[in-house]
């Protein structure tokens, strides 16, 4: 299948410092990629839809300046976590379809202290 | 709106004996449907998925799963469970349409334990 490789894996952030999270489709292109926060023992809630060259559509109730998403390339979107706080300590998870199945970044654990 | 219901939080079976995992689901028209695997601290692995044609469908490691219309459900099953299939599995629905842009909506999961 296709590969969506997510970096880093895991983060350790100071309270108040941001956060950059990079989502990259390896073998395709992809003008399309998701934003999932995933809470302990809960599903994965969609944050944002990225779209290449043009703004990110955020889900209701999620910040759009607290999470900046950018999608430069077709092969890159990143996340920004801005000023990050302990509530924002979360796990991420990035996605992208070639086709019609959604593949998945590997996570990143964000852990703000 | 479309939705998913992964009926069972938890589903405990004993290694060597079959397993079943349930999904139902609500959404207009005929939706694509998926299965994911995530290990812990890892992302999704796809596993399966429906599209069209025959309602059983195999997927990876001996899993599979049956569409079935009428009770709009997509039940992951594998004959003889593994310790190794211990997990967290999550059903998936995503409406037919062109692109890579239509969301994919996620059950809240079930996990799956294999006793030795």
């Known amino acids: 299948g296709a590969v969506v490789s997510q970096h880093p894996s895991r983060v350790i952030c100071k309270s108040g410092t941001s956060v950059k999270i990079e989502c990259r489709s390896l073998?395709?292109?992809?003008?399309?990629m998701f934003w999932y926060r995933q809470f302990p023992k809960k599903s994965l809630m969609l944050m944002a839809t990225?779209?290449?060259?043009?703004?990110?559509?955020?889900e209701q109730g999620v910040e759009k300046d607290k999470f900046l998403i950018n999608h430069a390339s077709l092969t890159l979107s990143t996340l920004t976590v801005t000023s990050a706080h302990p509530e924002d300590s979360s796990f991420y998870i990035c996605?992208?379809?070639?086709?019609?199945?959604?593949?998945f970044g590997q996570g990143t654990r964000l852990t703000v202290v | 709106a479309q939705s998913v219901a992964q009926p069972e939080d938890q589903v405990n079976v004993a290694e060597g004996n079959p397993l079943t995992v349930k999904c139902t689901y609500s959404?207009?028209?005929?939706?694509?449907l998926f299965w994911y695997v995530q290990y812990p601290n890892r992302g999704l692995q796809f596993l399966l998925k429906?599209?069209?044609?025959?309602?059983l469908v195999k997927g990876s490691y001996g899993f599979e799963a049956e569409f079935n219309k009428s009770q709009t459900s997509f039940h992951l099953k594998k004959p003889s469970a593994l310790v190794s299939d211990s997990a967290l599995y999550f059903c998936?629905?995503?409406?037919?349409?062109?692109?890579?842009?239509?969301?994919?909506?996620f059950g809240i999961g079930t996990k799956l334990q294999v006793i030795p």
């Open positions: 959404v207009s028209g005929n939706p694509y």
């Open positions: 996605s992208a379809s070639p086709g019609r199945e959604a593949f």
């Open positions: 990225s779209n290449e060259g043009s703004k990110a559509t955020y």
């Open positions: 429906y599209i069209t044609g025959d309602n």
């Open positions: 998936a629905v995503r409406p037919r349409g062109a692109g890579g842009y239509q969301k994919v909506t």
């Open positions: 073998d395709f292109q992809a003008t399309t």
